[in-house]
């Protein structure tokens, strides 16, 4: 036997996805960053007329359809006391970079590891991590006890301290001059 649902007309019916519209605004308001409140997909939700879940629900399927290819936390190392920032980069023979990545990356100090082509004559790095730290004595026992441990002492490397602080922020979905009467924007973290 078939359910029906009995919906009268005052039932006000959700609908099933975002608008155009809201999908253009809610790509604005998402690439400053997300509200830094209790509740951001509530919020954004709010700000483009719609519920919680259809903000959710979105977000995801931009991410599943590769609109959205990372969705993550941008921190502010400086903020936060880290002003020490350095970039060591290691020059591993391709057939131990895997290994050497796996164990660079197992460490805790390490925030990001990636591999990167030759530019040979005048650069033989392939192999890039980052570490943050309060001072540059720390990274440098960071790294000091990553070589040691992770049995490293054969691979040459550098440490690239940085010595100037970038503006990072996440992708671009929209220009600002694209949204709605300029307000979209606002309140964006």
């Not at 903020?79 to 660079?104: F, H, Q, S, T």
């Not at 790095?125 to 730290?133: K, P, T, V």
């Amino acid at each position: 036997m078939q359910q029906v649902l009995a919906v009268s007309k005052d039932t006000p019916v959700m609908p099933l996805s975002l608008d155009d519209d809201q999908k253009k605004r809610l790509r604005a308001l998402i690439q400053d960053g997300l509200p830094l409140v209790e509740a951001p997909y509530q919020l954004l939700a709010e700000r483009i007329d719609s519920q919680e879940q259809l903000v959710m629900d979105c977000i995801a399927q931009w991410q599943q359809d590769g609109l959205i290819k990372r969705y993550g936390l941008v921190v502010n190392h400086h903020k936060l006391g880290y002003v020490a920032n350095a970039m060591v980069v290691w020059n591993v023979d391709d057939c131990e970079v895997d290994a050497v990545a796996a164990k660079l990356s197992s460490f805790d100090a390490v925030t990001l590891c990636y591999r990167r082509r030759r530019q040979l004559p005048e650069w033989p790095y392939n192999l890039f991590c980052m570490i943050h730290g309060k001072s540059r004595e720390t990274v440098l026992a960071y790294i000091q006890r990553m070589v040691q441990e992770g049995q490293l002492h054969h691979i040459e490397h550098k440490v690239l301290f940085s010595t100037k602080q970038y503006k990072q922020r996440g992708g671009r979905y929209v220009s600002k001059s694209d949204s709605r009467d300029g307000k979209v924007l606002e309140g964006a973290a």
